[in-house]
């Protein structure tokens, strides 16, 4: 009987112990970046795993930052389609950090701006309340869209991050859609930057989204 006793205790230890240790390693696993974007962040037209969020990985691994991908962007995808996507992201995911690459198809299709700003700030806050850091990627039109549009439409990613307290890429094309010749750095519908700009927009990208992610 007394030996019995002894087994069922030293079985329950091992099952307290285990329970314990459940959550620990839970919590090893390393931080999740979730990535919600349009065409410019899906590889569109490009060759499989030569876009600048597989290009990211590569850059975790060469730094050595333990942490993971989840490319959940679209091509075509507008705010509003990141805004009713995003819950069920958050939940199924639960990302450390978001990034958050939308509002080019908005503009294409000539949509309100207050529109974009309120799915942008509600998109960052929902990640802000679900327990991620957010980044926003800015984006610019060109100025055959009028100089006003332009400008309140360039303007909008600073007023969000401001207001949501995110971190902020202002231009996520910048030294590909802003140089002399861009044409160099687009796919052939001058809308989509080709391969060789990739680790460009990369480079526009990184050193904001490292600061969100753990040292060490």
Same mark, same amino acid.
């Given at each position: ?10 079985h ?43 290009l990211?990985?590569?850059?975790? /691994?060469?730094?050595? %930052?333990?942490?993971?991908?989840? &490319?959940?962007?679209?091509?075509? $995808?507008? !705010?509003?389609?990141?805004? @009713?996507?995003?819950?069920a ?12 690459e ?43 869209y009028?100089?006003?549009y ?14 949501? /307290?995110?971190?902020? %890429?202002?231009?996520?094309?910048? &030294?590909?859609?802003?140089?002399? $010749?861009? !044409?160099?750095?687009?796919? @052939?519908?001058?809308?989509h ?11 526009n ?12």
């Amino acid at each position: 009987m007394e030996g019995n006793l002894k087994l069922k205790r030293r079985h329950f230890n091992v099952l307290a112990l285990a329970g314990l240790a459940a959550p620990v390693l839970a919590q090893a696993q390393p931080p999740l970046i979730l990535v919600v974007g349009d065409s410019l962040s899906a590889e569109y037209g490009l060759r499989r795993g030569t876009g600048w969020v597989a290009l990211l990985e590569e850059r975790l /691994k060469k730094e050595k %930052v333990q942490a993971r991908i989840v &490319n959940a962007s679209i091509s075509g $995808d507008t !705010t509003s389609g990141g805004r @009713s996507r995003i819950g069920a992201l958050l939940k199924q995911h639960k990302p450390a950090v978001v990034v958050i690459e939308l509002g080019g198809n908005d503009a294409l299709r000539g949509l309100p701006n207050n529109m974009t700003r309120e799915n942008l700030a509600t998109m960052a806050r929902l990640s802000s309340e679900a327990g991620a850091r957010v980044l926003l990627l800015g984006m610019e039109m060109p100025p055959n869209y009028g100089a006003k549009y332009a400008q309140e439409f360039r303007e909008m990613y600073t007023t969000v991050a401001k207001s949501e /307290k995110t971190a902020l %890429v202002p231009f996520f094309l910048k &030294n590909v859609a802003d140089i002399k $010749d861009p !044409t160099a750095m687009f796919q @052939s519908d001058r809308i989509h930057p080709n391969e060789s700009a990739q680790a460009l927009m990369l480079d526009n990208v990184w050193p904001e989204l490292r600061k969100l992610l753990p040292r060490g």
